[in-house]
């Protein structure tokens, strides 16, 4: 399945943004997607995954209560709602989807990636 990201940009520290992954080639219905983040000199970070057996979500402590990761199949599409925004947030956003009912942290679990989008929290 390929994966398209967007949804990034530049926001003040409180603000709120929602990320989209529109997936084509394969519909994501009987795939769990996730999210992850990196910054620069650093690796992939776990961010949120929404398993597809169940729906049951995941979310790394750090987003716990900000964050929210949904997904519309009849769009084809998931989502990330992100709110409360801290500077810490800053990355470079990553959607990941497998056809494993998993909610896994690890990077190596996902098997489709997107592109990345860039979330930048500055005053």
């Known amino acids: 399945v390929q994966l398209q990201a967007s949804g990034g940009g530049l926001v003040q520290p409180g603000g709120s943004l929602k990320l989209s992954c529109t997936a084509s080639?394969?519909?994501?219905?009987?795939?769990?997607v996730g999210w992850f983040r990196q910054t620069l000199g650093q690796g992939r970070s776990f961010v949120a995954a929404?398993?597809?057996?169940?729906?049951?979500?995941n979310y790394a402590d750090s987003v716990k209560g900000r964050f929210t990761i949904s997904r519309d199949n009849a769009k084809n599409t998931v989502h990330l709602e992100m709110n409360d925004l801290k500077p810490e947030d800053t990355a470079v956003y990553y959607c990941?989807?497998?056809?494993?009912?998993?909610?896994?942290?690890?990077?190596?679990?996902?098997?489709?990636w997107g592109q990345g989008t860039l979330v930048t929290v500055s005053s």
């Open positions: 990941a989807a497998t056809p494993i009912s998993t909610t896994s942290s690890f990077s190596n679990a996902w098997t489709s």
């Open positions: 080639g394969r519909t994501l219905s009987r795939n769990s």
């Open positions: 929404l398993r597809w057996r169940n729906s049951i979500a």
